[in-house]
């Protein structure tokens, strides 16, 4: 059960207690679990201890990819959600690459490919027919109003933005962007609103910075955000500029981009809105969370656990990639429920509904900051979880299509 209030307050004298134990018995680890196990009151002072102790193997480790993409390494892997729809953009320089991208691409590509390049008027009739040369997909211009495939790659016509909306394209003259019309920022930022985490967005060799708004934009929305290594890009300023500005998963030569995409793509079957919806129970109460846990399961939800920490929510949210949070506010770990929240949030776009007994000023307000999708008070009727799921999943469905 959770600690009174009044052991809470006391958890800095509590850390104390924990931290002489740990000094006069760290050589021998099984003698601090008993010695805290063996004091009363035992159960804030065990739990309190193996809590830091975990904290301090997991801050021990090397962080994780996806956090330290921005810096001296990118994500060796990602998590495949369903990730039908491609988005490759790149100016000059990029039509090899483009190329060397096409020829690694089976007829069987379970997605469709759409291209935007930047290039003058001599060139608009050719592209399509040069790039069909290079891939075993069913190349061409893409057409306004038409419905697209798997197995097709789309080609942006000259002077024409590619928009992507509800399984449609669109040709529209608008303004250019960027000086230029295709424009690459235009398809990425039209694929990232309307599908969201199916997308994969890649931005090639190129001399200007469009391109890099659009794949910030599909990161943000749980796509996966792939560069071409600018030390092999022929012109590398348009890939230096998304490698300065977005959280990238992957940064790779043009050789090793096309059987990426192959391993990434998949079709949308695993996506949200397919099968029961899953949902990941964060509450450190295991009495609430299993009965929860119970509850939701009879109404046709798919619990994949339940976990009391924000640590062990955030690595179970990046592996299994649940379509709903229920996050608990107080939890056993070092993070809030609030910090935990953000973090899924803007890592992965996973819709959260706060469940807690809190409702004084100051928690709304710490709520309000984070992009809250419901809010539930304890103790809750089932009825009131499931409009809170049913609501949250509705709206996020919403903001995908």
Not at 84 to 94: E, M, N, P, Q, Y
Not at 178 to 193: C, E
Request: hydrophobic share 40%; charged share 20%; net charge positive.
């Amino acid at each position: 059960m959770r600690p009174s209030y009044t052991a809470r307050t006391d958890r800095a004298a509590c850390e104390d207690s924990v931290a002489a134990m740990r000094a006069r018995y760290d050589s021998n680890r099984d003698q601090v679990y008993r010695k805290a196990s063996s004091r009363q009151p035992s159960c804030m002072c065990y739990q309190y201890s193996r809590a830091r102790r975990k904290r301090q193997r997991r801050l021990s480790r090397p962080a994780h990819p996806l956090v330290i993409a921005r810096g001296s390494g990118y994500a060796d892997q990602v998590h495949t959600v369903g990730r039908d729809i491609i988005v490759l953009g790149g100016s000059a320089g990029a039509v090899r690459a483009i190329q060397t991208v096409l020829r690694d691409l089976p007829r069987t590509l379970p997605a469709c490919l759409f291209i935007t390049l930047h290039r003058g008027v001599g060139a608009q009739d050719a592209l399509p027919r040069i790039l069909a040369k290079s891939t075993q997909l069913i190349t061409g211009p893409a057409q306004d109003g038409h419905r697209f495939q798997a197995g097709h790659a789309y080609v942006a016509p000259f002077d024409r933005h590619l928009v992507l909306e509800n399984g449609v394209m669109h040709l529209e003259p608008s303004p250019k962007e960027h000086h230029w019309r295709p424009s690459i920022d235009v398809l990425f930022k039209s694929a990232a609103v309307t599908y969201g985490r199916r997308v994969i967005g890649v931005l090639l060799s190129g001399m200007a910075s469009d391109g890099t708004a659009g794949l910030w934009q599909i990161k943000k929305r749980g796509g996966v955000a792939i560069v071409q290594d600018p030390a092999d890009a022929q012109y590398a300023v348009m890939p230096n500029s998304a490698v300065a500005n977005v959280v990238l998963d992957f940064v790779l030569p043009a050789s090793d981009i096309g059987a990426k995409l192959v391993e990434l793509s998949a079709p949308p079957s695993g996506d949200a809105g397919i099968g029961s919806p899953r949902i990941l129970i964060v509450e450190d109460e295991s009495v609430i969370a299993t009965n929860l846990q119970r509850s939701l399961t009879q109404m046709a939800y798919d619990v994949i656990d339940w976990v009391p920490t924000g640590e062990a929510a955030i690595e179970l949210a990046e592996r299994e990639r649940p379509d709903l949070v229920l996050m608990d506010i107080h939890l056993a770990g070092a993070l809030s429920g609030i910090d935990t929240a953000r973090w899924i949030w803007e890592r992965l776009q996973i819709p959260i509904v706060y469940c807690t007994v809190h409702t004084d000023l100051e928690t709304l307000r710490a709520v309000q900051t984070t992009e809250s999708y419901g809010y539930v008070v304890k103790p809750f009727q089932s009825g009131a979880v499931r409009a809170a799921i049913q609501l949250a999943l509705a709206r996020r469905e919403k903001e995908l299509r």
